[in-house]
């Protein structure tokens, strides 16, 4: 995982102000940042001996290039000018930062709100995970629990593109589906595979998009059979938010389970939601059924 700090927030590290432990914590992670967040750490800390020291290791596979921005999602392009660097380095950061809520305006927080970056306080108790290798983030489901599709919100809100790979769409797996789509911005694209099985559960190509294209008009939807040599290859059930976060799931899209009688909540069943940061892998391809290639950053 890759952490995006903040230059004041790495101000207060380096000077002492913050407690060992946490330094320690937040020091040893890789961290993204843009040409710009560079040039405010030369600015600002260059000279202290100790920064010079620790930042050529920290930026190893961390400088988020100019090209990357420009094609990052248009949420993240579209933020005031005084954030736009921070926030972009953050989302390649796997949607990390390293601050004090302090240093913005509530305006700016419900901007960061907005895209997904997620605030790791410098005041957090010292033994606070603050992160380190892949996975970035793991969800358990339990056989009878109630976790909802909102847990994801915080992976979909920025994307401009998701891509979605389960070769067994069952109803209750189609409802998380439209759920995603529901929340996706105007003009983002969500493209769906499955495999070309069918069975007395499972829910066609065209009957998915049907649903999805219910849930949300404004966003372009494709609904398609993975080639039968990736269905062959790849087991696992994966969504792929952008080009910088997969998602594995061990169980299968259905592992929130229905709603209950009431409808006020889902019956999970067991399974593990595993995030990698692959913002870093090589792209690979996800092939459909009529040869047509979708790039995609797979974890290895």
Known sequence: MRLAIHTNALSEIFSGAVDAVSSAA?????????????????????TDLG???WFPLAMAHGRVTTHEIA??????????????SIAAASYFGASKLVARSSFFSPNEISHFDAVGVNLVDLS?????????DNPIDNISTT??????????????????EIIIYDKYINNNSCE????????????????????????????SGPTILRRLQAANRHISIE??????????????????????????????????????????????????????????QPSQYI??????????????
Do not use: M, W
Not at 143 to 160: C, K
Not at 184 to 197: H, I, Y
Not at 260 to 276: L, V, Y
């Open 176 to 203: 998380l589906i439209e759920h995603i789509a529901f929340k996706l911005k105007r003009n983002s694209t969500l493209r769906v595979f499955n495999s070309a099985k069918t069975g007395p559960h499972l829910l």
């Open 223 to 280: 609904c398609q059979a993975a080639s039968r040599a990736f269905c062959q290859r790849e087991h696992d059930r994966y969504i792929f938010f952008g080009s910088r976060i997969q998602a594995i799931f061990s169980a299968g899209l259905d592992c929130f389970g229905p709603l209950n009688r009431q409808r006020t909540n889902r019956i999970n069943k067991r399974s593990q939601i595993s995030f990698f940061d692959v913002s870093c």
């Open 51 to 53: 920064f010079q020291a």
């Open 26 to 46: 937040f020091l040893s992670s890789k961290i993204a940042a843009t040409p710009e967040l560079i040039q405010e750490y030369a600015q600002t800390i260059g």
């Open 71 to 84: 094609d990052c999602p248009t949420a993240l392009r579209r933020l005031p000018l005084g954030i736009k």
């Open 143 to 160: 056989t009878g629990g109630i976790l909802d599709f909102s847990v994801l919100d915080r992976y979909i809100s920025a994307e401009d």
């Open 124 to 132: 957090l108790p010292a033994n606070t995970d603050h992160g380190g």
């Open 287 to 300: 092939e459909g059924a009529d040869n047509r290639q979708f790039p995609i950053n797979f974890h290895s």
